[in-house]
């Protein structure tokens, strides 16, 4: 059973636990070798459905770095292929789905699978096993946001600027609502399915809203996101890449419990723009993994120190680990960060410096 | 010979043309028929480096749209290629290099070529048959910026957050002002070869300037970027994408005339960041070309609206002419800026309705 006071659990309440939480998004993945020789011979979305894979693979990075949370080894458009969509993730290149949804007729279509048939037995059992194995330590839950899922689903595959999801908005917004709309249930129905099997938080990844001009945003996609996770069991973190612009709209008016931010905007204006009543999380810079370590560390601790500004900070990189990063750095931040978090709680007058 | 009073120009000079001036990011190319069938057989920088086809090529947009203006048919690399660096345009990829620039070394080697040493005769003998034909209509000459050259050249190819160009910046700050300085100067030659052979205005492109924290764009990219267009003969327009969270760094200290918008920010709010001496560009959504013609024409009259409030406003997309726009499209949205910009111009009311 995780610990309710787990540093994590705490920060997400919006109280600064007396160490400071990290966790990366992609610490279960291509960076580490165990999961490279574990994934041979198994395509992604295989792994993902098999419990016994998918567990071994969230656990081994909370082993080998010591986080403070595991987050769970899936994709985003694995309920889409639950739902029945056909779907595959091409290596190298990403999700590719057989038939794109681009018109109103294909919108009518998939939006006529009910996303309370989904059979999440496979996601439960392996989060189950994850619970189990990890003890005090909570799990993270994930989905996909529903413009993000929509990016892929109505392009057929990865995109740059998403125009085809984006172009629907205004061509047919009927369409469009009706789309992402069916997107945020059917996330909603994986992210229950692993909070009824034991995830302490859950975390929302739209990671292509930085496409989206904030009127877009605030018009056509966050209600849908809102839908996803608003009123869920457990707290939830939120997070997109470049959504600088319209960062205050990624609260969800009050749903998200914590807010991730890229590596573009220093944590102490993300707090200014977030306010008082949300966690905030990241923002160490990817690029930086591969500088010496006095620069790495400099950032690190700036980071932190930027993240005192807020009501807690749950610290992460800004983005996802690059595959190639070396996962011995990522452990020398985790430490780096335990170590920093607790001398600071120690001594409260480094706390205003 | 271009007019000096061509409406382009005049906004560019701060005055409000009686003609409200369109030109279009990638007019010339693949959404035009005419474009594909003058490429078959023929790669990409090879048509580039031949005079009579780059020049073709760029008066086709001219010819078939009634733009305000011509944009030199070339790439960004294509100096490069002048120096003698090995690179090709993979189609459906984007530029690739034999050998990526990552190392001190690698710096060294390809900063020790002379930039002063590239024979820019080809694009001269382009350029100068553009002019010609264009008669009353000024043609833009173009360059990459820095840091987005960089960013291919570092990586070897295009990648999505370019982590290893923003890596070197950290990693070794010596080097990576090094090659920046360099690819500036290289730049700056490419644009002076295009403005001694007839160009009236330049646009420098810093496509991937928004995946950098203002910061980082402000200590380690500005300062190249301005090293690149500052006391050039003609206007300079500057665009990047993503670049919200730094626009007002984008006037490069008063060396753009004009800054381009992508379609994430209104430009009445752009113009307020940017201030009244400068113009503004944009910011047409590239994803509404494929609307039903009432919503995209509502939306260019928007964005027409909000460009009154800067001091003057040429109207373009916000990122380039995706490859499969209709292009009847395109020479509706002129007829319409032309049309709305002179009754505006003639109905003094209405401006500042």
Redesign the interface.
């Known amino acids: 059973m995780p610990d309710p006071d787990a540093p994590l659990l705490r920060a997400l309440a919006g109280v600064r636990p007396d160490r400071t939480p990290i966790w990366f998004m992609r610490q279960a993945g291509r960076s580490l070798p165990e999961y490279r020789e574990l994934r041979v011979g198994t395509r992604m979305l295989d792994a993902c459905l098999t419990p016994d894979l998918a567990a071994e693979i969230t656990l081994q990075p909370v082993r080998r770095h010591g986080v403070d949370a595991g987050i769970f080894f899936s994709d985003i458009v694995v309920p889409l292929r639950l739902a029945g969509v056909e779907v595959e993730i091409v290596p190298g290149r990403g999700p590719v789905f057989a038939a794109p949804v681009r018109s109103a007729a294909d919108v009518e279509r998939i939006t006529a699978i009910d996303p309370r048939s989904l059979d999440t037995s496979a996601i439960e059992e392996a989060v189950r096993i994850v619970v189990a194995e990890l003890g005090d330590t909570p799990l993270i839950g994930f989905a996909g946001a529903p413009f993000t899922l929509a990016a892929y689903l109505v392009e057929g595959g990865p995109s740059k600027?998403?125009?085809?999801a984006?172009?629907m908005m205004?061509?047919d917004p009927g369409s469009w609502n009706r789309l992402a709309g069916w997107l945020a249930s059917v996330s909603r129905v994986f992210l229950q399915a692993q909070i009824s099997a034991g995830a302490s938080a859950v975390q929302l990844f739209d990671s292509w809203a930085?496409s989206?001009?904030?009127?877009d945003y605030r018009g056509f996609v966050a209600p849908h996101s809102s839908a996803a996770v608003r009123a869920l069991d457990v707290p939830v973190i939120h997070f997109g890449v470049?959504t600088?612009?319209f960062l205050a709209d990624m609260r969800l008016d009050g749903a998200a419990s914590a807010v991730g931010v890229d590596?573009?905007?220093?944590l102490d204006e993300a707090a200014t723009v977030l306010g008082t009543d949300v966690t905030v999380q990241g923002n160490i810079?990817?690029?930086?993994l591969?500088?010496?370590w006095p620069?790495l560390e400099g950032?690190v601790r700036e980071v932190m120190r930027r993240g005192r500004a807020a009501r807690a900070h749950i610290v992460n990189l800004g983005?996802g680990v690059?595959p190639e990063t070396d996962p011995d750095v990522l452990s020398r931040i985790v430490a780096l960060v335990h170590d920093a978090g607790s001398r600071e709680a120690g001594s409260p007058e480094e706390v205003s410096s």
């Open positions: 600027e998403h125009l085809r984006r172009a205004h061509t930085g989206l001009a904030p009127h470049g600088g612009p590596w573009r905007m220093p810079d990817p690029a930086l591969t500088a010496p620069v950032h983005h690059p």
